[in-house]
Nanobody
Framework: QVQLVESGGGLVQAGDSLRLSCAAS????????MAWFRQTPGKEREFVAGISWRTYYADSVKGRFTISRDNAKNTVYLQMNSLKPEDTAVYSC???????????????????WGQGTQVTVSS
């Protein structure tokens, strides 16, 4: 049974930091492309960051967010620094069987999703 369980969300002030974690089970984690997406009400899901053997970032978070993975722990992380009110969203991790970087920013490319964790940044 595949599971992706996010943790680490919360309410912070602008300029603060948060670290999200996503614990995976039920599939061969090390061979999957992992990513973080975020979504706000009324908007489509937005790619934030992805990781295979290299990392990928949305322009809006480049230089502030860092994605990493620990294959021994089957966990992917998202370190978020210098948070802004516009970063407020539900953040979900996703796993894609296809390891290449083709289409990594497209949510439909992903096979498994977590339930999401709320991040709220106050001004």
């Amino acid at each position: 049974q595949v599971q992706l369980v996010e943790s680490g969300g919360g309410l912070v002030q602008a300029g603060d930091s948060l670290r999200l974690s996503c614990a995976a089970s039920g599939f061969t984690f090390s061979s999957y492309f992992m990513a973080w997406f975020r979504q706000t009400p009324g908007k489509e899901r937005e790619f934030v960051a992805g990781i295979s053997w290299r990392t990928y970032y949305a322009d809006s978070v480049k230089g502030r967010f860092t994605i990493s993975r620990d294959n021994a722990k089957n966990t992917v992380y998202l370190q978020m620094n210098s948070l802004k009110p516009e970063d407020t969203a539900v953040y979900s991790c996703a796993a894609r069987r296809r390891y290449s970087d083709i289409g990594y920013a497209t949510s439909k490319q992903y096979d498994y999703w977590g339930q999401g964790t709320q991040v709220t940044v106050s001004s």
